[in-house]
């Protein structure tokens, strides 16, 4: 055969198998144009939590976006703040107002065991010095540590003793479960991109999974000591940073903001900042719904401790039967009334809500909704 030959017959097989992908790709498309978002409907009336973004890279790292343009996408999408996380960003900046939203400088660290955001920091960190000791210097410079995408294939944190260090987690990363799409291409990254040419909400929705392995570790370290958990939105500017800010969000409930957020910038950022390092934020997706209305009530102290034998109760945002669901990990038990958590072990316990969300194809599939931190469960006599 003349090498021209080859060459055709290799071109014809690579369109075939373009088409072939297209065509599948274009079925999920069609399955989308029949799903509509949010699952759980917004109330009338209720006054909306402060909400943001936590963890977004723009082009003074290896984002697509300024700030000003992520500061535009954020304003599209009803955030009033963003974390800025570029990588070892260790520049001296300013927390700022841009297009009306709050930008908050932080940083996200390469360390030799894996990736830190840190926030908060009261003195500057060296940079280098950052890059090798990782939390002692974030600590040193008083600021917070959160273990970025610490359970994943590509960049996970591997230093177990360290972990301890950190306060927080990042326990759902929308750059864990794109690498995990990526990794399973047929089942989740087609279904996902096929989806976001009718409806980018639901391409980025089918990107969200369970985590049970990170939950998991987090609930491990949540035994020695209250821990933060965080929704990382690891922004790139591909899916557009508007359709992961819609579909994502950090939100501020009364609890962990009293009051209303300054104008003056520096003041608004501490306030942004003491809010997530209190415990009381939380995460939701809000592509599914809008989480007012979310709490968790009981015996909880401010540092999210209660002890064995406590009974918490969980409030949901209104919603149709059948279409939340209650998900209890660790120490603690649902009971058959689907609201009351009875904390049976020491330990730690995590309550998500999670919501029966449109599937790949024409079913439905649960998707965690409302994320709060976990609570550490302590033994019933100790202490007093
Ligand atoms: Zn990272
Ligand atoms: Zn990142």
């Not at 799409?181 to 096929?194: D, F, K, N, Q, T």
Request: net charge neutral.
């Amino acid at each position: 055969m003349k090498p021209a030959n080859v060459v055709g017959k290799l071109l014809r097989a690579l369109l075939g198998l373009l088409l072939l992908l297209l065509g599948f790709a274009g079925f999920f498309t069609c399955a989308a144009t029949t799903v509509d978002y949010p699952v759980v409907a917004s109330q009338e009336g209720v006054q909306a939590w402060p909400r943001g973004a936590f963890h977004v890279h723009t082009t003074r790292s290896d984002g697509r976006g300024t700030v000003e343009e992520v500061a535009a996408a954020a304003r599209a999408a009803g955030l009033q703040f963003v974390v800025l996380t570029d990588h070892n960003d260790f520049g001296p900046r300013e927390p700022a107002f841009v297009n009306g939203v709050l930008m908050i400088p932080a940083v996200e660290i390469s360390t030799p065991t894996g990736h830190l955001v840190a926030f908060g920091m009261q003195t500057p960190l060296d940079g280098p010095r950052a890059r090798q000791e990782g939390m002692s210097a974030v600590e040193a410079a008083g600021g917070v540590s959160v273990l970025a995408h610490p359970v994943q294939k590509k960049n996970p944190w591997t230093d177990a003793e360290g972990a301890r260090r950190a306060r927080g987690f990042e326990l759902y990363s929308a750059d864990t479960f794109f690498r995990d799409a990526v990794r399973s291409p047929l089942s989740r990254l087609i279904p996902a991109v096929g989806a976001t040419f009718a409806n980018a909400m639901h391409g980025v929705m089918l990107l969200v999974t369970p985590q049970p392995a990170s939950t998991e570790r987090l609930l491990e370290l949540t035994q020695e000591r209250p821990r933060l958990a965080l929704c990382s939105h690891d922004a790139h500017g591909w899916p557009r940073y508007r359709d992961v800010f819609l579909a994502l969000a950090t939100y501020l409930p009364p609890t962990a903001l009293p009051e209303p957020l300054s104008m003056e910038p520096k003041v608004a950022a501490a306030q942004v900042l003491r809010a997530l390092s209190s415990g009381q934020a939380v995460c939701a997706f809000r592509g599914l719904g809008e989480p007012m209305g979310f709490a968790l009530e009981g015996p909880l102290s401010e540092q999210r401790e209660a002890r064995v034998g406590d009974v918490l109760t969980i409030r949901l945002p209104p919603h149709e039967p059948g279409s939340v669901r209650v998900e209890v990990s660790g120490a603690g038990r649902l009971r058959p009334d689907g609201a009351a958590i009875e904390l049976v072990e020491e330990g730690a316990v995590q309550i998500e809500a999670w919501v029966l969300a449109p599937g790949r194809f024409f079913g439905s599939e649960w998707r965690p909704w409302i994320v709060p931190s976990p609570i550490r469960v302590l033994p019933r006599s100790s202490g007093g």
